[in-house]
């Protein structure tokens, strides 16, 4: 099931500025990871941050993760034309051996020129 | 290396007609996943295999039969089409613990 729940569902932002989404889940995890889908595309990797870590950086994505509170941001800087995408959280919960990973519904990001 | 492939790209079935959708990956993955998605919905999971010869139902497992009979490839069969199959489906692969890696995606539309 869909446990994973972004917000905002969507969002939409000037080119330059910062954009943030933030996702919340309910199990505790392994890794919670962030991904990107252009529109009818595949999805693709963005980062993976682990359950103890707190903050991880990939150029201009920034993902923190808390797990007290079981959330997750993901913050675009200085956000360009190319970055409007939806993009999704997905976790690995803790001791599942399959691997599957939880999915999210998604932000869908609109950058406006 | 190609990483994850998917055929075909698009289909039109009718109701009631039956069809195959092959995913391929070259890296070598243990653990393979077939998900649709809905129009401005997220990921839900059909079927995994965590192994060559080895199945399990996910999420959304009722109309879709699958077999991995080789490591590299898992196959997704829907017996008899409904229009409630039509959507993009996609495979994904994974080693363990780390990212998935995504097919482009089949688009199946069901007349």
């Known amino acids: 099931s869909q446990q994973g729940e972004e917000d905002p569902q969507a969002l939409s932002i000037q080119e330059g500025e910062n954009a943030t989404m933030n996702c919340s889940y309910k199990t505790s995890i392994n890794n919670l990871q962030w991904y990107r889908q252009n529109s009818g595309r595949g999805l693709v990797h963005l980062i993976l941050i682990r359950s103890n870590e707190r903050e991880k950086h990939s150029g201009r994505l920034r993902v923190t993760l808390d797990t007290s509170k079981k959330s997750s941001s993901l913050l675009i800087t200085a956000s360009r034309a190319a970055d409007t995408a939806s993009y999704f959280c997905a976790t690995d919960a803790w001791g599942d051996s399959n691997y599957q990973l939880i999915w999210g519904a998604g932000t869908k990001l609109i950058i406006k020129p | 290396n190609a990483g994850v492939t998917q055929t075909p790209k698009f289909r039109v079935l009718k109701t009631g007609q039956s069809m195959t959708l092959l995913c391929a990956q070259d890296?070598?993955?243990?653990?393979m996943y077939w998900y649709r998605q809905d129009p401005g919905m997220g990921l839900r999971l059909i079927h995994y295999s965590v192994g060559e010869g080895t199945t399990a139902k996910g999420e959304v497992p009722d109309g879709y039969n699958v077999s991995r009979l080789k490591k590299q490839n898992f196959l997704l069969g829907l017996e008899s089409a409904a229009p409630s199959q039509t959507s993009v489906y996609f495979c994904?692969?994974?080693?363990?613990?780390?990212?998935?890696?995504f097919g482009p995606g089949t688009r199946l539309t069901v007349l």
């Open positions: 890296m070598n993955h243990e653990y």
């Open positions: 994904a692969s994974r080693l363990g613990w780390d990212e998935q890696f």
